[in-house]
Nanobody, 129 residues
Framework: QVLLVESGGGLVQAGDSLRLSCAAS????????MGWFRQAPGKEREFVAA???????????YYADSVKGRFTLSRDNAKNAVYLQMNSLKVDDTAVYYC???????????????????WGQGTQVTVSS
């Protein structure tokens, strides 16, 4: 059974930083595409970042334009974990953040929720002005 557990969310002020963590179990982590999505109230779930493994130690990382330069995704295959370092947070970053995993790696679905089979329960990030 695949299990993704997010942590690290909270309430911060604009300009602050947060680091989200996702612990994965029940899957061959190093071969899975791992991603972060977010969903704000009344809005659709949107892509934030993804890590696509090339080899055990090398992966390509992709970001939404809205977070590029502020957010950094990293993965630790030895710990079955993926992280999202979020700097210079904005009020518009307020959302529930979800960790995702996918074994198929369909290129055309990298930025689509339908491109991921497994989801965590989400962690709330609230950025106040």
């Amino acid at each position: 059974q695949v299990l993704l557990v997010e942590s690290g969310g909270g309430l911060v002020q604009a300009g602050d930083s947060l680091r989200l963590s996702c612990a994965a179990s029940g899957l061959p982590f190093s071969s899975y595409r791992m991603g972060w999505f977010r969903q704000a109230p009344g809005k659709e779930r949107e892509f934030v970042a993804a890590s696509v493994p090339i080899t055990w130690s090398v992966s390509n990382t992709y970001y939404a334009d809205s977070v590029k330069g502020r957010f950094t995704l990293s993965r630790d295959n030895a710990k079955n974990a993926v992280y999202l370092q979020m700097n210079s947070l904005k009020v518009d970053d307020t959302a529930v953040y979800y960790c995702t995993a996918d074994p198929r790696g369909v290129d055309g679905l990298l930025r689509a929720p339908s491109g991921y089979d497994y989801w965590g329960q989400g962690t709330q990030v609230t950025v106040s002005s």
